[in-house]
């Protein structure tokens, strides 16, 4: 139904900045919510920003002030930029996409998802 495809990662130093794209197909953003998230190695994959079908955005603790979730709905593309990147950063990033509106931050209720992308952050 829905495919996320997801571009940007590399690697980047402390203290740097990086941004992802997300692009999806098969429906509008607006119908949906958008949400990124992340996994280490041997650790859970775990939130880290959503933005619901209106244009709401939330974040984890551990990224807000620092990260920025936006979109642009003529290219159907949701974005996150990631500044003062720290080694704790370091994850596979995932979009994904619900489908209700409203946002939510359990990955487990999220039904579709990109293949992931490597982010990097030395120390």
């Known amino acids: 139904q829905v495919q996320l495809v997801e571009s940007g990662g590399g690697l980047v130093q402390t203290g740097g900045s990086l941004g992802l794209s997300c692009a999806a197909s098969g429906r509008s953003l607006s119908t949906m919510s958008m949400g990124w998230f992340r996994q280490a190695p041997g650790k859970q994959r775990e939130f880290v920003a959503v933005?619901?079908?209106?244009?709401?955005?939330h974040y984890a603790d551990s990224v807000k002030g620092r990260f920025t979730i936006s979109r642009d709905n003529a290219k159907n593309t949701v974005y996150l930029q990631m500044n003062s990147l720290k080694s704790e950063d370091t994850a596979v990033y995932y979009c994904?996409?619900?489908?209700?509106?409203?946002?939510?931050?359990?990955?487990?209720?999220?039904?579709?998802w990109g293949q992931g992308t490597q982010v990097t952050v030395s120390s």
């Open positions: 933005m619901g079908g209106s244009g709401s955005q």
């Open positions: 994904a996409a619900r489908n209700s509106p409203i946002p939510y931050t359990r990955a487990a209720f999220y039904e579709y």
